[in-house]
């Protein structure tokens, strides 16, 4: 059971290139998140996923795509990336249900954009 | 607004000592409080709080919750270097998918 796996786990890019980030998860979690964690700062954020084939916009969606066409699976794409997109980027999961609220965390994936 | 002010901002103590940390909070509707471990890579999962007045308990740390007067603590007890970490409170919105979270608690436990 590896539980949450973030692919991959640096990158560096030049402004303007595009990249997609892969999330998995192999505990049957219907819910998926992609956040941000800049230096200093907390989470934000970005997109998540309520079930296969559905995503929502959170608190700092713009310059990023996301898609979910397998459950178990989360993608996010930078179209175009910025210097202003440089972060630690988490991916979470977490199970249906009201008393079920943790939200369980992959390792991250340090992304530079020069 | 959700809103979420934990205190102290960091701490630094020694193997042994025992911690508090704070947690205060304001919510639009209460559905759950979370109690997250940062050290370098992602955050791990401690506690889950919904009721007023039940410890949660896992080795040397617990938690509790009173949701008249809206905070929560975390107590680590005999802390090791290990325990040091950044510490987060964290609320889930009225789905569950939202999280605010605090700006963490830094500890340091030193030898």
């Known amino acids: 059971n590896a539980g949450v796996t973030q692919t991959p786990k640096f990158r560096v890019l030049k402004t303007g290139q595009s990249m997609t980030l892969l999330c998995a998860q192999d505990?049957?979690?219907?819910?998926m998140y992609w956040y941000r964690q800049d230096p200093g700062m907390g989470l934000r954020l970005i997109h998540y996923?309520?079930?296969?084939?559905?995503?929502a916009k959170g608190e700092v969606p713009d310059g990023y795509n996301v898609s979910r066409l397998k459950k178990q699976n989360f993608l996010l794409g930078l179209e175009s990336a910025a210097p202003s997109q440089t972060s630690v980027y988490f991916c979470?999961?977490?199970?249906?249900?009201?008393?079920?609220?943790?939200?369980?965390f992959g390792p991250g994936t340090r992304l530079t954009v020069l | 607004e959700d809103k979420v002010v934990q205190s102290p901002l960091s701490l630094v103590v020694h193997e042994g000592d025992t911690v508090t940390l704070n947690c205060s909070y304001e919510?639009?509707?209460?559905?759950?409080l979370l109690w997250y471990k940062q050290e370098k890579k992602a955050p791990t999962f401690l506690f889950m709080l919904?009721?007023?007045?039940i410890e949660k308990k896992s080795g040397r740390l617990s938690s509790i919750l009173d949701k008249k007067e809206l905070f929560s603590i975390l107590n680590i007890t005999a802390t090791q270097t290990g325990d040091s970490a950044i510490y987060l409170c964290?609320?889930?919105?009225?789905?569950?998918?939202?999280?605010?979270f605090g700006g963490g608690t830094r500890l340091m436990v030193k030898p």
């Open positions: 979470a999961s977490r199970a249906s249900g009201t008393s079920t609220d943790t939200q369980y």
């Open positions: 505990m049957n979690h219907e819910y």
């Open positions: 996923s309520v079930g296969e084939g559905t995503t």
């Open positions: 919510v639009t509707n209460f559905r759950s």
């Open positions: 919904t009721s007023s007045g």
């Open positions: 964290v609320l889930p919105d009225n789905a569950g998918n939202m999280l605010t």
